[in-house]
Nanobody
């Protein structure tokens, strides 16, 4: 399984970015994608997840109402639209995949995901 994130960059507070997670090399039909982030000096935290088979989603309170996760199953790409970005959103963002679609209904936990991308850096300036 290969996951490739893209879309990170530098943005001013209040701005928007859309991250993409392109998945390839997998054979399972149902899976969950989780988005995680890790700020300098902090632990990695799960911010959003989606179940591919029913498209149910989860958002952490810190991003609810500002971030939207979606999927394009024809392209095997999951997006994280991030609006009204804040300096505290600055982090390396990772996507992860697990062959358990039910995980997409809950807060993504690092230990539950086996496949990871390399990360993309998001920097929000004040």
């Amino acid at each position: 399984v290969q996951l490739v994130e893209s879309g990170g960059g530098l943005v001013q507070a209040g701005g928007s970015l859309r991250l993409s997670c392109a998945a390839s090399g997998f054979t399972f039909a149902d899976y969950a994608i989780g988005w995680f982030r890790q700020a300098p000096g902090k632990e990695r935290e799960g911010v959003s997840s989606i179940s591919i088979n029913d498209e149910l989603t989860y958002y952490a309170d810190s991003v609810k109402g500002r971030f939207t996760i979606s999927s394009d199953n024809t392209k095997n790409v999951v997006y994280l639209q991030m609006n009204n970005l804040k300096p505290e959103d600055t982090a390396v963002y990772y996507c992860a995949m697990e062959a358990d679609a039910g995980l997409g209904h809950f807060q993504p936990l690092e230990r539950e995901y086996d496949f990871w991308g390399q990360g993309t850096l998001v920097t929000v300036s004040s």
